[in-house]
């Protein structure tokens, strides 16, 4: 099993910056990578980036890149997504998700972000 807990979301105007942290514990480090996803009011949830453990390749959704930064600190199963530049589209609950066995298969239960305009 592997547990999930996000932190670092709230209220920030537009153009402000959020860091947000994803701690995870159980068995974490048999995933090949973690990731954040988002879910805004009435609509699906989408990706927003992903970095490997090991090598730390970071992908991103176009929505968020040059904007969103990814990392990793392997040493304390702790996944970071500094955000910048923020806009009010950017409202959503974020979610941290860790890859397994082919797919995304364990979930934080999110961590809101406002961003008023």
């Known amino acids: 099993q592997v547990q999930l807990l996000e932190s670092g979301g709230g209220l920030v105007q537009a153009g402000g910056s959020l860091r947000l942290s994803c701690a995870a514990s159980?068995?974490?480090?048999?995933?090949?990578?973690m990731g954040w996803f988002r879910q805004a009011p009435g609509k699906e949830r989408e990706f927003v980036s992903s970095v490997l453990w090991t090598g730390g390749s970071t992908y991103y959704a176009n929505s968020v890149k040059g904007r969103c930064t990814i990392s990793r600190d392997n040493a304390k199963n702790t996944v970071y997504l500094q955000m910048n530049s923020l806009k009010p589209e950017d409202t959503a609950v974020y979610y941290c998700?860790?890859?397994?066995?082919?797919?995304?298969?364990?979930w934080g239960k999110g961590t809101l972000v406002t961003v008023s305009s």
């Open positions: 998700a860790v890859y397994t066995a082919g797919a995304w298969n364990y």
């Open positions: 159980g068995r974490a480090a048999s995933s090949s990578r």
